[in-house]
């Protein structure tokens, strides 16, 4: 389909995605890691080109609740997707804070939240040891439980067997955990994630443990670009993640969105 000089299509071969992805791996890393053959049933991608080269790219992530919907691009190229190709109707909105404008003509989005993408710079990770168990599939419930004292994170029990996660335990109760959102050896990306301590434990340096864990896990596996994303206004979390040797890479805006035509 051909919108204001663009041509856009639904993409489906996963090396042309990779090589748009790959013009920016850190900000994309998310959506790198949703190649992966367990993932990429449920992601619906979408692109734009202009003169023949490819100028964005929407991803679409039905593995979650609400889904997840990845900008990146050129604000013309996301403009002729949304317009004619793809615009899911309640979504989990990403993208550059230049692209909100954009956004906003397309989704209703009150409260977008401002992000760091945050990595880890080669050579720079600083380990902290501690006892940490390494959990699985029969942890899952264990998990929910404590993630709830939080209100509930980005989590599905999938994640568990496709990704890293450690614990701490205090008298036997899961007290602190630290895991990725996804974990892609294939492509060499993970996004650590789904770091939470039980309010009675905190400050005693449990989530950096945790953290530490996962990426000391994470580095044996071979993989070479590790990134999270943080609040802006979490300076506490922020400085945890530096100890540990990451730093910051992009502003972005993340939260929940509703299309026009769905509100309609």
Known sequence: MAQQGYR??????????????????????????????????????????????????????????PAALFLAGTTGGL????????????????????QLALARGFYEWPAPVPMWRMVLKPGEFRPVAADCVRLGAADARELETLYELGGGLAFSPAQIEQGVFFGIRA??????????HLA????????????????????????????????????????????????????????IYERLGFVRYCPFLEGPATAFSALR
């Open 79 to 98: 403009r002729a997707i949304l317009e004619g190709e793809l615009r899911p109707e309640s979504v989990y909105l990403t993208c550059r804070s230049e």
């Open 8 to 65: 856009t299509a639904r993409m489906e071969d996963r090396s042309e995605i990779l090589s748009y992805l790959e013009t920016d791996r850190l900000y994309t890393a998310y959506a790198i890691g949703d190649l992966e053959p367990a993932l990429f049933g449920d992601c619906a991608w979408a692109g734009a080109w202009q003169a023949g080269v490819q100028r964005a790219l929407i991803l679409h992530y039905r593995g979650l609740t």
């Open 171 to 180: 008298g036997g109760e899961l007290v602190s955990v630290g895991g990725t």
């Open 184 to 239: 892609s050896p294939t492509y060499g990306v993970a996004a650590v994630g789904n770091v939470f301590t039980h309010p009675e434990h905190r400050g005693r340096g449990l989530g950096t443990a945790v953290t530490s864990a996962v990426v000391e896990a994470l580095q044996r596996m071979a993989v070479h670009n590790i990134v999270l994303n943080v609040g802006q206004e979490n300076k506490g979390a922020i400085r």
